[in-house]
């Protein structure tokens, strides 16, 4: 089954900089072994940020024409047959991803794999970063407003799960409840191991629905491990758990219908520890998604899973690496959020995959044009 690797450049969810450069930074890394479509989408350069304490709708109007235009994007190639894997950016532009997927299932389920539960209201939100409504606006709790150029189903709550919880508002541990969300804790992650949750998160999301999808947010590892997020939590999840919750992902990818890898923040990662795993996640993604028929079918044993989990590697030259990162000489300044642009490779090549760059201010995908050939690494 072939891939469609979405960008989605865009921080304006958070008050802190630096997510959104985070996905020309991954997509520059698969270069080395990924040779599908890619679309990349990038926030207005020119937006002035809300940081306003007392704001609870930060970037509303802006997140809103941003994810349309992601949401129509993944719809289309969803519809010619491709598996989207996005790459955040703040955890609102899941809401682009994951109802698209809605849209095209009607019914899937919804597995969200995060220290936060993400399911505040404009009513309950503490801070008024949007990033922390996103659940909640899929699953059709509230914030009808950040959905609305969806016109199919939103995901019922009872077949969402959140994986790895460790940091919910007192109001949102309300809102959970009632919405009959299902919640694991880190704490539950290691007293029963990632396979037994996995197995449970994937039973109540796949239960007569249609597919389910994955969000994966990195903040839901230890920042000791992984420090470039926004917002980090201690007490979480370690490099093996994050690579073993992945590969039960892989082991149930016949009914996996999209996934999203979130959060990464260049700006904030040290040694870049955080973009060696962020790329070894989506790798073992890939490559597991190449192994799908058209039917969503896949045959995987334990001794085929285990071949996909890329190796992590030391962030010093103590080895090198099996998934080669790119240096991120063009990375943009903490000081103001600016448009990337991926730097292809030197030898053109008419008939290689479309790489299409698209402001967020045109929505409508710039057609596409021959593009010089990604170089493997």
């Not at 994937?202 to 997020?229: C, N, Q, R, Y």
Request: proline share 6%; no cysteine.
């Amino acid at each position: 089954m072939k891939t469609i690797i979405v960008g989605a450049g865009s921080d304006l969810g958070v008050h802190i900089d630096g997510a959104h450069i985070g996905p020309a930074q991954l997509s520059s890394d698969l270069q080395s072994f990924y040779k599908g479509d890619r679309i990349s989408f990038v926030q207005d350069e020119n937006i002035l940020k809300s940081r306003n304490l007392s704001d609870r709708r930060k970037n509303e109007y802006d997140i809103d024409k941003f994810n349309s235009a992601i949401y129509k994007a993944i719809l289309e190639n969803i519809n010619n047959d491709a598996f989207p894997i996005l790459l955040g950016g703040d955890h609102s532009v899941a809401v682009a991803s994951a109802l698209a997927s809605a849209k095209k299932y009607t019914d899937i389920g919804i597995i969200w794999i995060d220290a936060h539960g993400d399911y505040n209201t404009f009513d309950t939100t503490i801070t008024g970063n949007i990033h922390g409504l996103p659940l909640a606006t899929i699953t059709g709790y509230k914030n009808h407003e950040l959905r609305y150029f969806h016109d199919g189903n939103t995901i019922n709550p009872e077949n969402a799960v959140v994986v790895g919880a460790r940091s919910l508002d007192p109001a949102e541990k309300d809102n959970l409840k009632y919405a009959g969300v299902t919640v694991f804790t880190t704490e539950d992650i290691k007293e029963q191991g990632a396979e037994a949750i996995m197995n449970k998160a994937f039973e109540i999301a796949s239960k007569k629905t249609k597919g389910v999808h994955v969000s994966f947010d990195l903040d839901v590892i230890d920042p000791s491990f992984a420090p470039g997020v926004s917002v980090p939590e201690f007490d979480g999840l370690t490099i093996e758990e994050a690579m073993e919750i992945n590969k039960q992902v892989v082991k149930h990818m016949e009914k996996v219908v999209s996934y999203d890898l979130v959060e990464y923040n260049p700006l904030r990662d040290l040694e870049r520890k955080t973009e060696q795993i962020a790329i070894n996640l989506v790798a073992q993604i890939i490559k597991a998604v190449e192994k799908k028929d058209k039917y969503g079918k896949i045959d995987l044993t334990q001794q085929q899973a285990e071949q996909y989990k890329v190796k992590i590697v030391p962030p010093k030259d103590e080895q090198q690496p099996e998934v080669k990162i790119v240096p991120p000489t063009e990375l943009p300044q903490p000081t103001e959020a600016q448009q990337v642009t991926e730097q292809p490779a030197e030898t053109p090549v008419p008939t290689q995959p479309q790489v299409i760059e698209t402001p967020v201010q045109q929505p409508q995908q710039v057609q596409p044009t021959a593009q010089p050939e990604l170089q493997r690494l």
